[in-house]
């Protein structure tokens, strides 16, 4: 059974930061994309940031300067830095893996049960 499990979330002031972790557990033969995404009340759930296995990155525009994403392969972790948030960062925030499991043959896209971002003004 393969388990993505984030924290880190809470509420913040505007200008704030937050730490989100995000740790996968279970019998994994590799994990390759990880990422974030978070969806906001009444819109679509949208991407943050993502960082393959080798360590490239991708980020919204909306977060670019103010989002650092990084991931421990030996900790099988991935990590969200928010720095200078803003009240429209608020939503719930999702991590997300690209995972192969042991003796399977394709990937799997599994999700975490999300984690609530509140930024107030």
């Known amino acids: 059974q393969v388990q993505l499990v984030e924290s880190g979330g809470g509420l913040v002031q505007a200008g704030g930061s937050l730490r989100l972790s995000c740790r996968v557990s279970?019998?994994?033969?590799?994990?390759?994309?990880m990422g974030w995404y978070r969806q906001a009340p009444g819109k679509q759930r949208e991407l943050v940031a993502h960082?393959?296995?080798?360590?490239?990155?991708n980020y919204a525009d909306s977060v670019k300067g103010r989002f650092t994403i990084s991931r421990d392969n030996t900790k099988r972790a991935v990590y969200l830095q928010m720095n200078s948030l803003k009240p429209e960062d608020t939503a719930v925030y999702y991590c997300n893996a690209d995972i192969r499991r042991l003796f399977a043959t394709s990937n799997v896209d599994y999700w975490g049960q999300g984690t609530q971002v509140t930024v107030s003004s």
């Open positions: 279970g019998s994994i033969f590799s994990i390759n994309v």
């Open positions: 960082i393959t296995s080798a360590g490239s990155t």
